[in-house]
């Protein structure tokens, strides 16, 4: 069923960030958008002949948050690869309706899978990947139905599936960074006993 993932996902991290989270300035505004996000994920806004998900607005703009308020170094590049992975998500799902028998598993998680990866790697801190992935995603979205609004009318943008696609990534971008805090933190654990035997 699509879009379970996306409910599940955002409330259990509405649910970590209102009550496990520290007391800071940056966990009043994730919960807050967390909770308005979820609240307002079957609102639509009727552009042209286009339904555009409010929630894909709200993304889009957070991503563009990320990208301007935490990137002091705007280099050519990283747009380069914005627009990079937003080519990329549009293409694997033209292609998916081209030639969807290549497709074994689940398409959400092979284009969220696809993209974050690419993110992950090419991402120099944890919000630029945030950025590059949330920017891609909404950016290839919009691409996505604009080619297919050629041919059809009434289209929604920012289905239940693209939904899915966003947290699901996201996920992944969270557990890779917290895996490499735990393999540093553990690195540190083991050299410490081994410089006191030196010394």
Same mark, same amino acid.
């Given at each position: &069923?699509?879009?379970?993932?996306? +409910?599940? %996902? %955002?409330?259990?991290?509405? $649910? $970590?960030?209102?009550?496990? &989270?520290?007391?800071?300035?940056?966990?009043?505004? !994730?919960?807050?958008?967390? !909770?308005?996000?979820?609240?307002?994920?079957?609102?639509?806004?009727?552009?042209?002949?286009?339904?555009?998900?409010?929630?894909?607005? !709200?993304?889009?703009?957070?991503?563009?948050?990320?990208?301007?308020?935490? #990137? #002091? #170094?705007?280099?050519? @590049?990283y747009y380069l690869?914005?627009?990079?992975?937003?080519?990329? +998500?549009?293409?694997?799902?033209?292609?998916?309706?081209?030639? *969807?028998?290549?497709?074994?598993?689940? +398409?959400?998680?092979?284009? @969220?899978?696809?993209? @974050?990866?690419?993110?992950i790697y090419l991402?120099?801190? $944890?919000?630029?990947? +945030?950025? %590059?992935?949330?920017?891609?995603?909404?950016?290839?979205?919009?691409?996505?139905?604009f080619i297919l609004?050629?041919?059809? @009318?009434?289209?929604? $943008?920012?289905?239940?599936?693209?939904?899915? &696609?966003?947290?699901?990534?996201?996920?992944?971008?969270?557990?890779?960074?917290?895996?490499?805090?735990?393999?540093?933190?553990? =690195?540190?654990?083991? =050299?410490? *006993?081994?410089?006191?035997?030196?010394?």
């Amino acid at each position: &069923m699509e879009g379970i993932f996306y +409910y599940w %996902m %955002m409330w259990i991290a509405w $649910i $970590i960030t209102t009550f496990f &989270m520290k007391k800071q300035k940056i966990r009043i505004k !994730l919960t807050i958008f967390l !909770l308005v996000n979820i609240c307002i994920s079957e609102l639509y806004w009727v552009i042209g002949h286009f339904h555009v998900r409010i929630s894909l607005l !709200l993304f889009l703009g957070l991503g563009y948050y990320l990208s301007v308020k935490k #990137n #002091n #170094n705007k280099s050519l @590049s990283y747009y380069l690869i914005i627009l990079t992975l937003t080519f990329a +998500y549009a293409s694997i799902l033209l292609f998916h309706i081209y030639d *969807p028998v290549w497709f074994l598993f689940d +398409y959400r998680l092979i284009v @969220s899978i696809t993209v @974050s990866v690419l993110a992950i790697y090419l991402g120099k801190h $944890i919000v630029q990947k +945030y950025a %590059m992935y949330i920017l891609a995603v909404c950016q290839g979205e919009l691409i996505y139905w604009f080619i297919l609004g050629k041919f059809h @009318s009434g289209l929604i $943008i920012g289905t239940a599936a693209f939904l899915d &696609m966003v947290v699901i990534g996201c996920v992944i971008i969270y557990l890779w960074t917290t895996f490499q805090q735990f393999i540093v933190s553990l =690195e540190q654990t083991l =050299e410490k *006993p081994a410089k006191e035997k030196q010394g």
